[in-house]
């Protein structure tokens, strides 16, 4: 199993920054990638940023230019950098640990970081 615990969140105005830290615990070496997935009130959950085991990172198109998400292997931390923020990225920020298998993925979640961005 995995373990995750974010931290970071909290209340910022309009083109402010955060940045969220996701510290990973216990079976380590079964994650391939780590993300964060945001959720708004009444819409689905997305997925926001995610990073390999080797760095490569992907972002979804509305925060790309503005987020940086990045790892540092020696403490198994993750972190995302939200840079210029928008009312609208206002949502419940989840930490994911993903194992990749051909029986399918397995997901770990963290419990939540609520970002809140006022206009």
């Known amino acids: 199993q995995v373990q995750l615990v974010e931290s970071g969140g909290g209340l910022v105005q309009a083109g402010g920054s955060l940045r969220l830290s996701c510290a990973a615990s216990?079976?380590?070496?079964?994650?391939?990638?780590m993300g964060w997935y945001r959720q708004a009130p009444g819409k689905q959950r997305e997925l926001v940023a995610l990073?390999?085991?080797?760095?490569?990172?992907h972002y979804t198109d509305s925060v790309k230019g503005r987020f940086t998400i990045s790892r540092d292997n020696a403490v198994n931390t993750v972190y995302l950098q939200m840079n210029s923020l928008k009312p609208e990225d206002t949502a419940i920020y989840y930490c994911?640990?993903?194992?990749?298998?051909?029986?399918?993925?397995?997901?770990?979640w963290g419990q939540g970081t609520q970002v809140t961005v006022s206009s």
């Open positions: 994911n640990a993903v194992r990749m298998s051909l029986a399918g993925n397995v997901h770990f």
């Open positions: 216990g079976s380590i070496f079964m994650i391939d990638a």
């Open positions: 990073i390999t085991t080797i760095g490569t990172a």
